[in-house]
């Protein structure tokens, strides 16, 4: 068990609806960060956010928001859903990303939740 | 922009024997490396990590991996495999944005070992 957890575990919703996804980072961690996992595309960085502001952007869609709340839980937001969304969407955190250069942290992931667009 | 790849999509072995799944690299300046594995229904798990020093590095699980500059390469192994090991694993490397410092990681496309009894 990493620490982090993401809920829900599975969610399956149609076409143009919109869903949230929640991430609770590991004791102490203030980075969360958003990854996409689908089978075309692999494992993407969406976004990462930091004591709670965004910090770096990947290939996130405009579609897609997220935010990072003061309990440093974080919310994925996906709307207007296509069926391209479909995907495994993970959370990790990490202690202090913006360490000294040379100090490299691990992430640790949730176990993701798995979106069903229809 | 940093990157990895790795070649095999699937790598099959059978129990008892040693297993290998590779990984190479193209990065400017020094690496940061990983590896990560992935059982069914499960998130991604750390391994291990190449930061600097030695160039074989331990991890979880009896797995270690193998840095090698001149090859760009780091390939993950273990001595004796196990049915258990039998997942998706994943190697990546740290990508620094200069402005911030903030660290994201790259991933590989993964590669799914099967450990046959």
């Known amino acids: 068990d990493s620490g982090v957890t993401q809920t829900p575990k599975h969610l399956i919703t149609a076409t143009g609806q919109r869903v949230t996804l929640r991430c609770s980072p590991r004791?102490?961690?203030?980075?969360v960060y958003w990854y996409q996992q689908s089978l075309d595309q692999g494992l993407q960085f969406l976004i990462q956010y930091y004591n709670g502001e965004e910090r770096a952007k990947g290939n996130i869609l405009e579609r897609f928001s997220a935010q990072q709340f003061p309990d440093l839980h974080s919310e994925l937001n996906l709307s207007s859903l296509e069926l391209g969304d479909s995907a495994l969407y993970f959370c990790?955190?990490?202690?202090?990303?913006?360490?000294?250069?040379?100090?490299?942290?691990?992430?640790?992931f949730g176990p993701g939740t798995r979106l069903t667009v229809t | 922009a940093q990157s990895v790849a790795q070649p095999e999509d699937q790598v099959n072995v059978a129990e008892g024997n040693p297993l290998t799944v590779k990984c190479t690299y193209s990065v400017s300046g020094n690496p940061y490396l990983f590896w990560y594995v992935q059982y069914p229904n499960r998130g991604l798990q750390f391994l291990l990590k190449?930061?600097?020093?030695?160039?074989l590095v331990k991890g979880s699980y009896g797995f270690e991996a193998e840095f090698n500059k001149s090859q760009t390469s780091f390939h993950l192994k273990k001595p004796s495999a196990l049915v258990s090991d039998s997942a998706l694993y994943f190697c990546?490397?740290?990508?620094?944005?200069?402005?911030?410092?903030?660290?994201?990681?790259?991933f590989g496309t993964g590669t799914r070992l099967l450990v046959s009894p």
């Open positions: 990790a955190s990490s202690p202090n990303p913006g360490a000294p250069q040379g100090v490299s942290r691990e992430q640790y």
């Open positions: 990546a490397v740290r990508d620094v944005w200069r402005t911030t410092g903030f660290q994201k990681l790259v």
């Open positions: 004791s102490g961690d203030l980075s």
């Open positions: 190449y930061i600097t020093g030695d160039n």
